[in-house]
C-alpha cells in the first residue's frame, strides 16, 4: 500500500512537537474557570486546572497545565526543545509565567512569587500535521481505495484543521463511509491525488518503512507522547532521532 498513490500523499504531511507540561504551586493564583489563550509565544494556552477540573479541585494550591508551543522550528519556533532538557523546559516556562503574571509569579511578585511544588514535563515529538501552506491538497478522503479499509482521523480531508472539531468531523465522514458503503449507496468518492504524487508513485520501489518499532512500548510509535525517560530517549533515538538533534535551529 505504502507506493499507491492515495497512501504515498501523506509523506507530504509532518506531525510536529508539542510540549504539555504540569504545574503544582504551593498557593492558589488568580485563576478563570476556564481554558485561557496565552499572549506568550512560548505558551499558547493553559488552564488552572484546581479550578476548572474536578479531578484536580483544590481550593488551596493551583495546578497548572500549559501547552508549550511553538518548540520547533518546522512549528514555527526557533529552539528546538524537544532535544532540552526538563529542567531547561520548565526554567523557560517560568521565566515566561513571571512575564505574563509579575504580580503572583517570579522575583517581583511579594515574598517572592508562587513556589513550583513539582512538576511533569511531557513531550509528543509527533504530534498534529504542520497547517504550513500547500498543505491541505494532500490530506487523504476518509474513503480510501481498499474496499474494507476507512481513514478517520484530525489529518484526513475535512474543513477544519489538526484539532478536535477535526478528529470529530473526520470520524463522521469516515461513519458515512462506512455506512455507504455497507448499504450498497454511491459514497462521495476518493479526493484526487496531485500529479506529481502519481508519478513519484510510479517510479518508486519498495522500501523499509522507519519510524514505526512495533517492538517498543514507547507511546512514541503511536504518536502520542510521554515524559522522557531513559528508554523513551532511546526509542526516540531509534525511530526518529532528528528530533533529538540541534537544540537551537534558525526559524524557517
Ligand atoms: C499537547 C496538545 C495540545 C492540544 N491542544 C488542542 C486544543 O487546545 N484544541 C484542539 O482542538 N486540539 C488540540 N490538540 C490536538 C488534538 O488533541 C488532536 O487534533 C486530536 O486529539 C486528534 O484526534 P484523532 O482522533 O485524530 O487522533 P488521536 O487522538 O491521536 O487518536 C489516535 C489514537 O490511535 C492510537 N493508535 C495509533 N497507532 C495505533 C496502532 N497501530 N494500533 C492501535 N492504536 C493506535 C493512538 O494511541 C491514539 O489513541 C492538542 C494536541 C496536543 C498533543
Given at each position: 500500500w505504502a507506493n499507491m498513490p492515495y497512501f504515498r500523499q501523506v509523506r507530504e504531511l509532518e506531525g510536529i512537537p508539542v510540549i504539555n507540561i504540569h504545574m503544582w504551586f504551593d498557593r492558589k493564583l488568580t485563576s478563570v474557570d476556564h481554558l485561557c489563550f496565552s499572549r506568550s509565544p512560548l505558551l499558547s494556552v493553559y488552564a488552572d486546572m484546581s479550578t476548572c477540573c474536578k479531578e484536580y479541585a483544590d481550593d488551596e494550591r493551583s495546578m497548572l497545565e500549559l501547552v508549550f508551543a511553538p518548540c520547533s522550528p518546522l512549528a514555527?519556533?526557533?529552539?528546538?526543545?524537544?532535544?532540552?532538557?526538563d529542567e531547561e523546559i520548565v526554567e523557560a516556562t517560568m521565566k515566561e509565567l513571571a512575564r505574563l503574571f509579575p504580580t503572583e509569579i517570579g522575583?517581583?511578585?511579594?515574598?517572592?512569587?508562587a513556589v513550583l511544588r513539582k512538576s511533569a514535563v511531557v513531550k509528543t515529538p509527533r504530534s498534529v500535521y504542520a497547517a504550513i501552506p500547500g498543505r491541505n491538497k494532500y490530506r487523504p478522503s476518509q474513503e480510501t481505495p481498499i474496499e474494507n479499509f476507512t481513514l478517520a482521523g484530525?489529518?484526513?480531508?475535512?474543513?477544519?484543521?489538526?484539532s478536535m472539531e477535526g478528529a470529530i468531523l473526520a470520524g463522521k465522514l469516515a461513519a458515512e463511509v462506512v455506512t455507504d458503503r455497507s448499504a450498497g449507496r454511491p459514497t462521495q468518492g476518493i479526493k484526487s491525488v496531485q500529479q506529481h504524487v502519481i508519478d513519484e508513485a510510479n517510479k518508486a520501489s519498495e522500501e523499509v518503512p522507519v519510524g514505526l518499532d512495533l517492538d517498543s512500548d514507547s507511546a512514541f510509535v503511536y504518536g502520542g507522547g510521554e515524559e522522557m525517560s531513559q528508554r523513551s530517549e532511546e526509542a526516540l533515538q531509534n525511530q526518529d532521532k532528528e528530533q533529538l538533534e540541534a537544540a537551537t535551529v534558525a526559524a524557517r
Open positions: 514555527g519556533g526557533k529552539t528546538n526543545w524537544i532535544a532540552k532538557s522575583p517581583g511578585a511579594p515574598d517572592g512569587g484530525d489529518w484526513t480531508s475535512q474543513k477544519f484543521l489538526g
